[in-house]
DNA sequence: CGCGTCGATGTAATCGATTCCACAAGGAGG
DNA sequence: CCTCCTTGTGGAATCGATTACATCGACGCG
């Protein structure tokens, strides 16, 4: 591999002239900076990334550890923050936990070894004391989609109430009165959060939200299928089961499936985290869709803020309720004209909701 | 940050005793190594992963450059890609081209600026001079899925000829006649592959395939629903609609269902790769599987063999046939007594090819 | 008793960059 | 003409590890 000291040599300056040329400090003269650039272009050098780390102390790569790679929502998250960083000049190295507490520790253990500039992390568990300690020590460090209470550190996050009251006021509407939820791990914030914001809802519309309609899931599919196993077998089975990610929601319909039920007809289902293939499932999915993207992009502006001196500011985005098929009769359009945005009964229309229509059965721009 | 120095000093020793320790060299005292991991644990020392690298030349990381992160089919593979690494002790940089060369290379050339051990490359084009050189210039490098010919490079990938091959049998059987493919970029192997593979059995079959039944795409979705839509406007539109990838699938379906037809009553549609949501789609679709964990386990195997200095080998398995309804009428597995294992006539049951059942809605493991 | 060997340890060179400091040349100003 | 800056440049220290080489004491053996 050539060094800056081949191309020092080629060029007849020494090292750190063509270091000069390389990061365009101001005093080098065009003479030498022409022969440097033709010594490099000759050589095709390229400087050592390592080295260069070791001395300035920074490495420009961000780490991103996140729950689940195979859940579509952390894949777009994922992506919407590499090309962020590609933006402003960083690179991103993915840690996949898998849902597991020891691989997010191994992770966030050899980014720190790599010496990462900074860390952007959707927690699996309520903290391990390695990424408290890493945190406290001052190592960069953002919150996304998911967090750690009691921690002094930005958090970039949806919040679905408004959505899930949204969704339980359209489910009611269409009479639906026994609600269940397939949660999240206890653990998470988001497990937590979802549950809280669907039994508020509930109230607020004189339901409640009885254990047996609470199922423990770990936001893979496989639990979602277990859970929705259970609701099944009770006595009095859920009308509705809402599932807090899409991974689980991909469970129940196995679930439903495996019985030789209907969705709708027998159950209704309706998901948290909306992907493109709810459109084509049987039946389209309703779902509580997140603003993915631009979550991905302020977690990498609050990290890099943070990174280069500025003060992060956390950030929360609304999610928004995707009417389908899968809870009952599919919504005519014309039925909800203006949606007013102050917080309405249950028995009117929810707001901000989408329905779609086979007009339009790719995007969910429409805000009508 | 806390470094060697201090160990050292905590322990009253040199920084040579301490990296002895830390590398578990043979000859250190007991003594030595006990107050030497003493200090480690009180200081929390982490050593340095840059300055090692610095000094070893190697980083015990693997780059992974891939497509599309956003398909299922790469997602996958990323994640058996890192655990294999993982296991063997390497971490994994993954950069998403986007099937765009341009990114591709950006990302390949950042990989190598960070001196990455080796490379693991599923290739967006026919091959870009940085990727060439960097090949001829002896970085470790395995093609994954898509490789480029003419390059001595080791390739890991499935072979999908055998499994089209019974995809054609189980149309033709199905009274089908006027296939089409849309195809991937010409400059991809996959891409050009996939149609040959296509065309040779429909030969077999005595069919052959029109230019207009060959449409463009790019392996995006949006790609598949145009190519769709322009089957679908011509004077004799085909009877079935075979995508290239899954996420061309989606777009395949996405046209359908604008124009208000049905799956598989007006149009029969298959695709290439297998994804778990193929199950619940309205029609649940008949898909061509690779063995997409293995797939990355034996190219990250390959790599590494090929960094630590033993002989590589190209690995290529075979992908498989999983009959949905997709198609046509779902075949009742009793109607495919004892699946044969040689070349078989176009009116004979497809071999290999695994029909799912409602009994069986989740796994396709069942190999009859 | 003296010599060679071996085990444990420290000193210092090294990896490839960046950057502080010294210094030379040249121009401006008194 | 002598200072004083400014500009361009090179030498050498530095980042945090690994490792070749030197050293030193203990021990075995003739």
Redesign the interface.
């Known amino acids: 591999m050539t060094s800056i000291k081949d191309v020092a040599a080629e060029a007849g300056v020494s090292v750190a002239t063509v270091s000069r040329v390389l990061n365009e400090h101001p005093s080098v003269s065009e003479d030498a900076r022409a022969r440097v650039l033709a010594a490099v272009a000759s050589l ?1 050098y ?6 260069r ?2 001395r300035t102390d920074q ?1 420009r790569t961000l780490g991103l550890v996140i729950s689940d ?2 859940n ?1 929502y952390f ?2 998250l ?2 919407s923050v ?1 090309e962020e960083a ?1 933006a402003l000049g960083y ?1 991103v ?2 840690g ?1 936990a898998d849902e597991r507490p020891d691989l997010q520790d ?1 992770h966030v ?2 980014l ?4 990462i500039d900074g860390l952007l992390v959707s927690p699996t568990d309520g903290g391990s004391p390695l990424m408290l ?1 890493a945190a406290r020590a001052g190592t960069p460090m953002v919150f996304v989609d998911r967090w750690i209470p009691g921690v002094d550190v930005p958090v970039v996050r949806a919040d679905g109430r408004g959505a899930v009251r949204d969704l339980v006021t359209h489910l009611h509407r269409l009479g639906h009165r026994r609600l269940a939820i397939i949660a999240g791990p206890a653990a998470t914030t988001t497990g937590q959060e979802r549950v809280a914001a669907f039994r508020e809802a509930l109230e607020e519309c004189g339901l409640d939200l009885p254990d047996q309609y609470i199922g423990q899931g770990d936001f893979q ?1 496989a639990s979602g ?1 277990r859970a929705t196993e259970r609701f099944l077998d009770l006595a009095e089975p859920p009308q509705v089961v809402f599932a807090a990610d899409n991974l689980m929601a ?1 469970g129940a ?2 679930a439903v ?2 019985r ?1 039920l209907r969705v709708p007809d027998d159950i209704a289902l309706a998901a948290f985290d909306d992907i ?2 709810f ?5 389209p999915i309703t779902a509580i869709a997140q603003p993915t993207g631009e979550l991905g992009r302020a977690a990498v502006r609050a990290l890099v803020d943070r990174i280069e001196g500025r003060a992060p500011r956390s950030v929360t985005l609304p999610a928004r309720l995707v009417v389908r098929r899968s809870c009952g009769e599919n919504p005519v359009p014309s039925e909800n004209p203006v949606p007013s945005e102050s917080p309405v009964p249950c028995e009117t229309p929810a707001t901000n909701a989408t329905a779609e229509t ?2 339009n ?2 995007t969910n721009r429409s805000q009508s």
Do not use: Q
Request: aromatic fraction near 2%.
């Open positions: 095709g390229r400087p050592n990334a390592v080295a780390s070791l490495t790679v195979l579509p894949t777009e994922a992506r590499e590609r690179s190295i993915i996949n191994h253990r050899t720190l070894d790599r010496r300690d599919a299928r991909l319909l196995d499936r495996a030789g493109r293939w459109v084509h499932t049987d039946p086979n007009e059965p790719v």
